[in-house]
């Protein structure tokens, strides 16, 4: 059979790279509810929205993860800034290996906001 997609989305390199930097999601002090979902699944889950554009409410079930969990979990992971964390940490790890070339390296100018009636 085919590769499995969690695999293909979050390799096992890439997830030891991501784990340490996600926040940690405990169980309800005071009991009750569901038990916590898998981190992986979790972060697969959004990947798998991030880079399919795919509507969070469209998320197939196969994931195991809810849509709302996985967009709550999203919207804790922004507004915690682990994104720009992991971004520094995959692009650490990845030079350390010899990954990256920046002999060929472009930046965008138009990223910036232009000032009002500069011209």
Same mark, same amino acid.
């Given at each position: ?66 849509? +709302? ?5 999203? @919207?804790?992971? %922004? =507004?915690?800034?682990?994104?720009? #964390?992991?971004? !520094?940490? &995959?692009?650490?790890?990845?030079? +350390? ?5 920046? @002999?060929?390296? %472009? =930046?965008?100018?138009?990223?910036? #906001?232009?000032? !009002?009636? &500069?011209?």
């Amino acid at each position: 059979m085919g590769e499995d997609p969690s695999q293909r989305l979050v390799p096992d390199d890439l997830w030891a790279m991501v784990e340490p930097v996600l926040p940690s999601f405990r169980s309800r002090p005071q009991g009750g509810g569901i038990p916590p979902i898998d981190q992986r699944a979790v972060f697969t889950a959004i990947v798998y929205v991030l880079t399919s554009g795919c509507a969070w409410r469209y998320l197939p079930p196969t994931f195991g993860v809810s849509q +709302a969990t996985a967009h709550r979990r999203f @919207s804790v992971c %922004t =507004a915690s800034g682990v994104w720009r #964390r992991l971004h !520094r940490v &995959v692009l650490d790890e990845t030079g +350390a290996r010899g990954g990256l070339d920046w @002999s060929s390296v %472009t =930046a965008d100018a138009a990223s910036v #906001r232009a000032k !009002r009636g &500069v011209r």
